[in-house]
DNA sequence: CTGAAAGCGCTTACAG
DNA sequence: CTGAAAGCGCTTACAG
């Protein structure tokens, strides 16, 4: 990077004279016109940017919030970080906390390579969220100059927060079983992380401990679209199924058309519930509305920004996990009976 | 701040020692037990934290990336921004840029309370979006030493991207007049820039151009259930509607229900169209399936990217707008004719 | 085991 | 109109 300095010198003048140049004080220090001129050209021909880590030196003299450095995946996830986001920006308002929350978006399973050196002294607490497995043991492995919290992931190196993913699946096979179900399917997309197994699998334990059907499990890419072929898929291979678990909000919405078009009655035969992981308004209007197990974004954001400042507060913090329960909300597409 | 000079005179050691042993180098420079206890312990009551530009101007040597700043509104708008931040995302990838990209949230019409002189000086250039009026009139009247861009607002004295907002208030005018309809209507939210103003404008300056009446206007939340009770009301006290504007994609979703529930088929005497501002895929399965006038938001993202970085590398670069156009896509909601 | 000193790149009070 | 020098808070090679 070009400095000042060496600016200076390819004009000619004192470094004194540049900083005075480029911060348009050339007027009130009565800089010649010319040397102006000179020295701006100088610098545009040579790329120069501030360093900014100096500038805040001298001029910041303190600072005046703590940094926080959010890694994220950006794919189709990214609507449950907005609700995630949101509840960071609800606490940080709400306990008052000097919070500067950085986003730095990473490729799943390739943390490694966002998380450089220079990156992480550039922060005060890193929050690393949507790790994969990959990514996990790459932190497990090495040791970081900063305070590091996970976002729903399980660790025992690194304080962390994940939602009840037991009971996320087994509410559904808890509810579809007291209303007498035996014909279980899960429409689900590839699992991103170990949570999404554990919700299935306690689906699929309490389907078979309450003596209904091994579910049927279907794949489908993470779009609306995609949800709409695969439960088509579904009710044609498997016209028994009775009640459908969606491991996303957007495949239940897409699979709407479906009931529609082969007119399936809601309330009737058939129920569903999806695991709303958006934030989307829209499920409470669409037809039928759809029942949710609710994931508590904002819950767990706020506890992770609480974790955080616990965490670069407190000298020998302790690794703690926290984990937030769920919330069931009934509607049209799986009614609570009386 | 406490700096790492007043814990070395509270601990009676060096600060080359407090720097040390708060690094984590004890053991490697075999800093005594008790004076790494005490120096913590210090550190700890005194609330230490490190000066991060000290660090980096140290450390970092030159720097790595400019940070962009970028302002935008925490409200019902996050749909929008999803989209454009994984616009800005992808132009950045796809054109190698070393860029930063820094979150900052505001509250509309309170830009001025946010943009703080130290975090301005913290970055390099600045995006600013959904500047309500009284924001931009802040932005007219001072200075400010780094460079600004806004996004999809007009100006002046600013480079700006925007959307083409008359082709998103006429181009629905004009399809409903092609499809001989005679009695508009528009549903909205209160509009919180100028452009949806100017939409709307054009919207009933084109209805009117072609012969239609004056569009009737419902005034709504930005939430679905709200978009599906005003569309009830539209409907009772207007019995007569042939098409409806929806100004935001999420009120038109939420209405679907009203549809059904009256059993208005489409296609049908009813048409309408959407503006989609959101991120979702979830248009083109619902029933019936959104007509939509799309907007551009990656394409917006990328050119106020590519601006930004021609603003900050060119001195002297000249305010520039840029006007990005629009796409009509047809769907059930409003079929083509042929 | 610990400390004095140099220096990262900038800004600014002061001197000329 | 311009420059020499101090200093922001840290890290680290070097000396002891």
Redesign the pocket.
């Known amino acids: 990077?070009v400095?000042?300095?060496e600016i200076?010198r390819e004009a000619?003048?004192?470094?004194?004279?540049?900083?005075?140049i480029?911060?348009h004080?050339s007027k009130e220090?009565?800089?010649?016109p010319?040397?102006?001129q000179k020295v701006l050209e100088i610098a545009a021909r040579m790329g120069?940017?501030?360093?900014l880590?100096?500038?805040g030196?001298?001029?910041g003299?303190?600072q005046f919030s703590y940094r926080i450095l959010v890694f994220w995946v950006a794919d189709t996830r990214a609507h449950t970080m907005l609700r995630f986001f949101r509840g960071i920006e609800a606490t940080i308002e709400e306990d008052s906390l000097p919070f500067e929350i950085l986003l730095q978006p990473y490729k799943a399973g390739a943390l490694q390579t966002a998380m450089k050196q220079e990156l992480l002294l550039s922060c005060h607490g890193v929050l690393v969220c949507n790790a994969a497995e990959a990514d996990l043991e790459y932190l497990d492995a090495n040791q970081f100059p900063r305070p590091i919290i996970l976002y729903n992931r399980y660790s025992k190196k690194y304080s962390n927060v994940v939602m009840d993913d037991r009971s996320i699946g087994s509410i559904p096979g808890e509810i579809f079983a007291s209303h007498g179900k035996k014909h279980p399917a899960v429409i689900t997309t590839l699992p991103t992380f170990s949570g999404m197994s554990i919700r299935r699998n306690l689906f699929a334990y309490t389907c078979r401990s309450r003596g209904m059907d091994e579910p049927v499990v279907y794949c489908c890419q993470p779009t609306g679209r995609s949800g709409c072929e695969t439960t088509l898929q579904l009710l044609e291979n498997h016209p028994e199924t009775d009640c459908i678990l969606y491991m996303r909000e957007g495949l239940a919405l897409g699979s709407l058309r479906v009931f529609s078009e082969l007119r399936i009655p809601f309330p009737g035969k058939l129920e569903f519930i999806a695991i709303a992981d958006s934030a989307l308004d829209f499920s409470e209007v669409c037809i039928p509305a759809l029942s949710v197990v609710y994931l508590p974004l904002e819950a767990v954001a706020s506890e992770c920004t609480r974790m955080m400042y616990r965490q670069i507060h407190t000298a020998g913090y302790k690794v703690t996990s926290k984990v937030i329960p769920v919330t069931y909300i009934p509607r049209e597409s799986c009614p609570d009976k009386g």
């Not at 000619?12 to 005075?20: A, D, E, K, Y």
């Not at 120069?48 to 360093?51: D, E, F, K, Q, T």
């Open positions: 990077m400095t000042i300095k200076a000619n003048v004192s470094p004194t004279t540049v900083s005075l480029l911060n004080k220090r009565k800089i010649s010319l040397t102006e120069y940017l501030p360093n880590q100096a500038v030196l001298k001029k003299g303190g």
